[in-house]
């Protein structure tokens, strides 16, 4: 597959035993591997800023109503794929470029018996492999800072939706001195690797690509409070003695980040801090 995305972007989540990682994690949370649902899976599937509770105010926005078929931009995991298919009756097709990740999303997908409304496939996202007006609804959590063509991926999008069809962006935006942004981050270990962009060129290449943005939401002051949450829940699991007859706590989010987990949320919360980034959503509609 010819691929218009930097490599490092997949070398950057792929980990080669995420898939086992996660299991274990599950297994301390649900002994026995006894049934689960997409809700159990909240701990370890989405780790966008906002986590479960921004999926569904996300989702919100997206008018669904079965049987839509919306495309999931870099679909991570799954997490938010699967809630729309299970909370929405939505028909969900998830693309990412992580070839790791669309395996552990269909092995989860599988577990909670959703295979049949949410699917997965390994692309790019830039190059979407699909017709013309294959989609109604669209939306991308956490990609576009993965993306460096930009006015290439909102093109795909726009080409790829039907007529009057919604896309929701939620990505984290620049507001400051780029030079002064700290690494790691839960999307880039380098700045190199980073394509961080600015609200209002977001805005231009939506409206050039054929969207009219209704509505913009600034997530600052919700993410500072959820980072701290989820660098605190992160520290608790890190702990390497609980006291006794503490039972085992459950898998942070950030078992998908990797090692340095603790590292990339901190640098994330002091960032929003200082008011050089801010998760911002914006809902646009094809014209």
Not at 128 to 144: I, T, Y
Not at 258 to 267: F, H, L, V
Request: glycine share 8%; with cysteine.
């Amino acid at each position: 597959m010819t691929t218009h995305q930097p490599p490092d972007v997949a070398g950057h989540y792929r980990q080669g035993d995420l898939r086992r990682k996660i299991d274990e994690a599950l297994d301390r949370l649900y002994p026995g591997h006894t049934p689960l649902t997409t809700d159990d899976l909240h701990s370890v599937d989405e780790f966008h800023t906002g986590g479960h509770a921004a999926t569904r105010e996300l989702a919100k926005h997206l008018e669904l109503s079965a049987p839509l078929r919306v495309l999931d931009v870099g679909s991570g995991l799954g997490g938010p794929a699967r809630h729309l298919a299970q909370h929405a009756g939505a028909d969900v097709t998830g693309v990412d470029l992580t070839e790791e990740y669309v395996d552990v999303a269909r092995w989860l997908t599988d577990r909670v018996g959703l295979a049949d409304r949410a699917r997965f496939q390994q692309g790019d996202v830039t190059a979407l492999p699909f017709p013309q007006a294959s989609f109604d609804r669209a939306w991308m959590l956490h990609v576009g800072m993965n993306i460096e063509d930009k006015t290439r991926l909102f093109t795909e999008i726009s080409r790829v939706l039907t007529d009057d069809g919604l896309f929701i962006v939620y990505d984290v935006m620049l507001l400051g001195d780029p030079t002064l942004v700290g690494y790691p981050l839960p999307w880039a270990s380098e700045p190199q690797h980073s394509f961080l962009a600015r609200p209002q060129e977001y805005r231009s290449l939506l409206r050039k690509a054929g969207f009219d943005i209704v509505a913009e939401h600034d997530h600052r002051s919700q993410a500072v409070q959820l980072l701290r949450d989820a660098d605190d829940a992160h520290q608790r699991n890190s702990t390497p003695h609980h006291p006794a007859g503490e039972d085992t706590p459950p898998a942070p989010i950030s078992v998908a980040m990797g090692t340095d987990a603790s590292t990339k949320i901190a640098k994330a919360l002091q960032n929003i801090e200082e008011g050089l980034l801010a998760p911002t959503e914006m809902i646009c509609r094809l014209r």
